[in-house]
């Protein structure tokens, strides 16, 4: 079994930044697709940034250029670092991950692996 969590979630004001973390623990061997996604209230959840093998990124337009997500193969870990957050950035943030695992004597494939999420409030 493999479970996804995030940290660093928050309150900021307009302009400010944070730094989201998400790691991957339990019976993973290795998450080679991460994304962030996210979900605000009354709208549908929607991608913000995938980072593939560690170094093939894209992000949705709306946050281009202040975003960056990053990631550390070895330690199954993903990070997102949001900065000129603007209050329209207000939402849950859901890591999502994709790769491989230990099931007995097996190595398996996942996609679909999802985090609680951790919620971002940017003041105006």
């Known amino acids: 079994q493999v479970t996804l969590e995030e940290s660093g979630g928050g309150l900021v004001q307009a302009g400010g930044s944070l730094r989201l973390s998400c790691v991957a623990s339990?019976?993973?061997?290795?998450?080679?697709?991460w994304a962030w996604y996210r979900q605000a209230p009354g709208n549908q959840r929607e991608l913000v940034a995938r980072i593939t093998n560690g170094d093939t990124t894209n992000y949705t337009d709306s946050v281009k250029g202040r975003f960056t997500i990053s990631s550390d193969i070895v330690k199954n870990t993903v990070f997102l670092q949001m900065d000129s957050l603007k209050p329209e950035d207000t939402a849950v943030y859901y890591c999502?991950?994709?790769?491989?695992?230990?099931?007995?004597?097996?190595?398996?494939?996942?996609?679909?692996?999802w985090g609680k999420g951790t919620p971002v409030t940017v003041s105006s």
């Open positions: 999502n991950g994709a790769g491989t695992y230990y099931d007995a004597n097996y190595l398996r494939y996942a996609s679909g692996l």
């Open positions: 339990g019976s993973v061997f290795r998450i080679n697709v």
